[in-house]
């Protein structure tokens, strides 16, 4: 269980740090044209990661809620299950991403549609990570205070990501 853990919280880190880059890089496109062809099969690597990412959280959270020497706590599953919510949510702003760059005039146009889908996406990765940081630092055996640096930092920059998407015109 602790290596499929560790391999699912280095998965995790990979995503998180391509995440970042990748809303830099679309949050730039917005001052900039001609950046967001930038890449694309680095986009579907990640998106294949996001899928293992996935199928290691069900290997964990199976082993985690059969374990019969240290059953999860009551506060643990509530744990699990807004983990499995906020990464939902994350999830399906994700496709609506996919769908509104992969098919561009398939969903209904509303002013400023860009944006908003950054700042949906953004505001999930956000919730996803702040609620999913603790386990993260956890399994990666990164103490408390990198713990809380590392939380900051994150929060920090989709904050200066949000404020640049909002002042983009």
């Known amino acids: 269980m602790e290596k ?5 919280a280095l998965v995790a880190s990979a995503i998180a740090v391509f995440f970042l880059a990748h809303s ?16 694309p ?4 690597i990640m998106l294949g990661a996001a899928g293992a990412h996935v199928l290691a959280s069900v290997g964990a959270t199976a082993l985690m809620l059969t374990d019969t ?6 506060r643990k599953k ?3 299950v807004l983990k499995w919510a906020t990464g939902a949510v994350l999830a399906a702003a994700i496709a609506v991403h996919l769908f509104y760059i992969l098919c561009p005039g398939s969903l209904p146009v509303f002013p400023n ?4 889908s950054f700042l949906l996406l953004l505001a999930a990765l956000a919730w996803h990570v702040g609620i999913a940081t603790k386990s993260l630092a956890r399994d990666l055996g ?3 205070r990198t713990r809380d640096i590392m939380r900051a930092v994150y929060v920090l920059t989709i904050f200066v990501l949000v404020v640049l998407v909002l002042v983009a015109s």
């Open 4 to 8: 499929l853990r560790l391999l699912n």
């Open 24 to 39: 830099a890089l679309g949050t730039a496109s917005l001052f900039a044209e001609g950046l967001t062809n930038s890449l």
């Open 41 to 44: 099969w680095l986009v579907w």
């Open 69 to 74: 020497e240290r059953p999860p706590s009551s």
């Open 78 to 80: 509530r744990h699990f």
């Open 113 to 116: 549609q860009t944006k908003v």
């Open 142 to 144: 990164i103490g408390k």
